[in-house]
């Protein structure tokens, strides 16, 4: 989840680094969605927060409001060859904690900013720009580029022997991208309508609050309690795929109903895709957080999400 749709297609988010160029602005969201993975914390235990601007943000905007923080100070963290070599000390100041805890997996966060700096150094010319001209405005090349050439972008589970491709945060990136440019110039991706919704643990929490998912009565329970689940385990990959099959059920749904009432012809191009239904989901969760309380998320501690 995530996503810079909060701010508007085409518009930046409100987190967003002001008078970024189109170049540093691509870095900026290659940064954010890198490290955009596990903000949660046990039951009963505090989230990170951090404090700026005079309000508090937890979750994916806690992540967004230290970065954006150490570029108002003059810190250009969004830049590849800044990252390449950070350390976990300035990672530690980045993300100073205004609650009593810390950012989860920090120092994986730190492990792969040194991998992605290193990657665009020696395939890409250190270039984020030339990573996304490389894909060819292919949503799906962008994807598989993230995907081959950077180990934290390479989300792939094994289920029942077979293996499942998620791919969440090298998606969302390509999303980011489109939603952020409003399809347009780096944005302008032939293919934007082939990407699925992006499986995390918020947009799940939507569709079982909206009947789209159902659990066992056993899977509840333990989720209820806060019971992690494995990586890689069964019903992670249940969760994952499911919610990635819910959305484009309701894709479907929504394009019949439409029909139905005259609003759009047999020879329709989606003007709304999985990503826009992602982006719906993941807001709903965070705005209506208290009444999703008796549905929970699952709590997996990993890089991919």
């Known amino acids: 989840g995530g ?21 540093e602005t691509l870095e900026w969201l290659f940064l954010v969605d890198m490290l955009n993975f596990c903000f949660w914390s046990d039951k009963n235990s505090p989230l990170f927060s951090l404090q700026y601007k005079g309000k508090q943000w937890t979750g994916y905007q806690s992540l967004c409001a230290g970065l954006a923080k150490a570029v108002e100070r003059g810190t250009l963290i969004y830049r590849p ?53 490389s894909a060819n405005k292919s949503a799906q090349k962008l994807v ?70 159902e659990y066992s009565s056993d899977l509840m329970d333990r989720l209820l309690l806060g019971n992690h689940l494995p990586v890689g385990s069964e019903e992670e990959a249940e969760i994952r795929g499911c919610s990635i099959w819910g959305v484009e059920l309701i894709k479907q749904k929504l394009v019949e109903m439409l029909k139905e009432k005259g609003k759009i012809s047999n020879s329709f191009s989606p003007s709304f895709n999985s990503i826009l239904i992602d982006y719906y989901l993941w807001n709903y969760a965070k705005l209506h957080s208290k009444e999703m309380s008796p549905f929970p998320i699952h709590r997996t501690r990993t890089i991919f999400y």
């Open 3 to 23: 996503g810079v749709l909060v701010g508007g297609f085409g518009q930046p988010d409100a987190l967003e680094p002001p008078g970024l160029m189109p170049e």
């Open 81 to 133: 060859s800044f990252y390449s070599d950070i350390t976990l000390d300035v990672m530690r100041s980045v993300f100073t904690s205004s609650s009593s805890a810390s950012l989860p997996l920090l120092e994986e966060r730190v492990r792969i900013l040194k991998e992605a700096g290193s990657v665009l150094e020696e395939q890409f010319h250190g270039s984020v720009s030339k990573l996304v001209l």
């Open 144 to 213: 598989q580029l993230l995907a081959e050439n950077f180990g934290s972008f390479h989300d792939v589970s094994t289920y029942k022997g077979k293996s499942v491709t998620f791919l969440k945060r090298a998606q969302i990136f390509a999303a980011d991208v489109w939603s952020r440019f409003g399809g347009k110039d780096y944005g302008e991706f032939t293919d934007i309508d082939s990407l699925t919704m992006f499986a995390d643990y918020r947009v799940p929490q939507s569709l079982l609050y909206f009947g789209v998912l």
